[in-house]
């Protein structure tokens, strides 16, 4: 990962600019009438050095320009970094459309057909979206483990092979967890108690499993060539680091935008890098506790891993700029809400689409009114999955039942020749069949 240039500061830009031989200059700058961002977007000096500057200016005094902007957005954070600077970021027209778009699909109404998200059938489109949640990001985190086997893993409930499978394991059980710590309030203890379930029986954080790194336990965060990306804070500064950041996550008397909290906490988390291992899952899990906890229910249904995934340089370099710019936190903030957006796009194409499968399957067994919303849900999967299997586990994991209606859901559907019934090592398997559409299509 290559650092970006350090831009020149804003003070040193004044500073210059300001001197009797500059003012003609400086007040050039001031009518070209530059905006916080380019184009809609909130540019690094990194990327702006690419670009022309307008007419008149050099690159330098564009982006003074752009610093006096930003300037007058800017608010401070009560977040350090190591040498007692604060943070700080702005909320630029683009972030506040993003913002708005957010808070009214994610803690508003959401207009999807009624099967797909009534209470009936809400369950397993939760738990898949938490199991994406759990796989994506461990796979940030270096977890060497295909999706399909992923998957398996969790809804089969067997124990994990090796720490690559452990490591999506507990990334889904916190997961879990943090639903019920909704509402409750940040304390370093329930942070220890996510980071512990998120790292526990790894052999990166073993025996550092929920409680802050030591002193002899300093951790760089390093690059693929061994550079040195982040320096964080030294572990004497840890518990105090982390009470202000609970009691900022907190706070509902300094009103922040909900979202840009469950961002800045986010990133306050991985700054920091407090533990020995699982600061990223862990920064991540932070910012869904804060989202449920403010109100954005939506977020239950997103995987924001899976999009960070496919742009992990971005995510990195989201943080660099921050760093590299005087602790300017918009760049990670846009970005956060950029990935946000996509995932709930993202959710809306996906809900769709089970609602054609829905449909679909409907369509094939509408005569026959005995099947379960939980049985049409696996025949949907099991149509677009020939030679899928399942088992009761798997089953009850995905629907949050008890074992016996697991049970009973997929005997009745193998009575019916939907699913093809096996039995290996004293546990049964049901296996997609390949003609299933035709088989449906003989039922009714």
């Known amino acids: 990962m290559k650092i970006p240039q350090v831009p020149p500061t804003y003070d040193a830009l004044v500073q210059k600019y300001l001197r009797p031989d500059h003012l003609e200059t400086f007040g050039k700058v001031m009518a070209a009438g530059v905006k916080a961002t380019i184009d809609g977007r909130y540019r690094h000096f990194e990327k702006l050095r690419h670009i ?12 003074l320009g752009i610093k006096l902007a930003r300037q007058q957005l800017w608010k401070t954070l009560p977040l350090t970094d190591t040498a007692g600077h604060p ?3 702005a909320f630029p027209d683009e972030a506040l459309a993003m913002g708005h778009q957010i808070t ?30 759990a796989i994506t990001s461990s796979q940030l985190e270096g977890a060497a483990t295909t999706t399909p086997a992923a998957k398996e893993l969790i809804r089969s409930g067997r124990k ?16 879990r967890e943090i639903r019920d710590l909704v509402g409750q309030p940040l304390t370093p203890q329930v942070v220890f108690q996510i980071h512990r379930t998120m790292t526990e029986g790894t052999d990166e954080a073993q ?23 982040h320096e964080p804070p030294p572990a004497d500064e840890l518990p105090e680091r982390l009470q202000i950041m609970c009691d900022f996550a907190n706070d509902r008397e300094s009103f922040v935008f909900p979202v840009l909290r469950a961002i800045i906490l986010h990133f306050w988390l991985a700054y920091d890098h407090p533990f020995v291992d ?60 950029e990935i946000i957006v996509r995932a709930i796009k993202d959710l809306h194409a996906h809900l769709r689409k089970k609602a ?10 509408r005569r026959n009114p005995e099947f379960n919303h939980r049985q049409l849900q696996l025949l949907g999967h099991a149509l677009r999955h020939p030679g899928h299997q399942y088992t009761v586990k798997s089953h009850q994991t995905s629907h949050n039942v008890a074992y016996e209606t697991a049970r009973s859901d997929l005997m009745r559907l193998a009575e019916k020749q939907l699913l093809r019934k096996s039995k290996v090592r004293q546990k049964f398997i049901f296996v997609a069949p390949e003609d299933l559409n035709e088989r449906l299509r003989a039922v009714n």
């Open 52 to 63: 022309e500057p307008p007419e008149g200016l050099t690159l330098e005094q564009w982006w």
């Open 87 to 89: 943070f700080k970021y």
């Open 104 to 133: 009214q699909s994610a803690s508003g109404n959401i207009s999807i057909r009624e099967e797909v998200v009534n209470p009936d059938t809400r369950e397993r489109y939760i738990v898949s979206s938490l199991i994406e949640e």
């Open 160 to 175: 994990p092979r090796d720490d690559n499978e452990r490591m999506i394991l507990n990334n889904y059980r916190a997961i």
């Open 207 to 229: 025996g550092a499993e929920g409680r802050l790194r030591r002193s002899d336990e300093y951790r760089i965060v390093a690059g693929a060539k061994g550079e040195t990306l």
């Open 278 to 337: 699982g600061n990223g899952r862990t920064a991540r899990a932070l910012f869904y506790w804060s989202m449920l906890s403010q109100g954005y229910w939506l977020t239950e249904y997103l995987s924001i891993s899976s999009i960070l995934k496919k742009a992990p340089a971005r995510y990195a370099r989201s943080y660099l700029y921050v760093e590299t710019d005087e602790n300017d936190l918009t760049y990670f903030v846009m970005f956060q809400l």
């Open 356 to 365: 054609s499968e829905v449909a679909k399957v409907d369509q094939l067994i």
